[in-house]
């Protein structure tokens, strides 16, 4: 919950917070936002593979929950899925930002 709530302030939890109070520079902050970000999202690229497989071995073979008499599909990998790719494209998001900032910093700085 603290980290939804951190995303959806438009918040970054990232390494360099534990950082930050060394007093560096923007470009160095933005350095360190790049690369635990693109570390990030290597992980979460690497732990989506598994995870869409499973949730189509359960399409494939109509997995159903047996605690319930309607014998719902099972939802729980789906919803795993999601959280991964919502993860990875925040990810995504802070590289792309991150190195945008370096290259605006590259091309003021000349």
């Avoid at 992980?43 to 605690?67: D, K, Q, Y």
């Avoid at 959280?83 to 910093?105: D, K, N, P």
């Amino acid at each position: 919950m603290p980290v939804a709530h951190h995303y959806a302030c438009n918040l970054q939890i990232c390494t360099s917070d534990l950082v930050y109070n060394l007093r560096l520079t923007a470009q160095q902050r933005a350095t360190i936002d790049l690369v635990s970000n693109g570390l990030l999202a290597l992980l979460t690229m690497g732990l989506l593979r598994p995870a869409i497989n499973r949730v189509l071995f359960a399409l494939r073979h109509n997995e159903v929950s047996i605690l319930s008499l309607a014998a719902t599909p099972v939802a729980a990998p789906g919803a795993h899925t999601t959280i991964l790719i919502l993860v990875m494209l925040r990810a995504v998001l802070g590289f792309v930002q991150s190195a945008t900032f370096l290259g605006t910093e590259g091309d003021g700085a000349a």
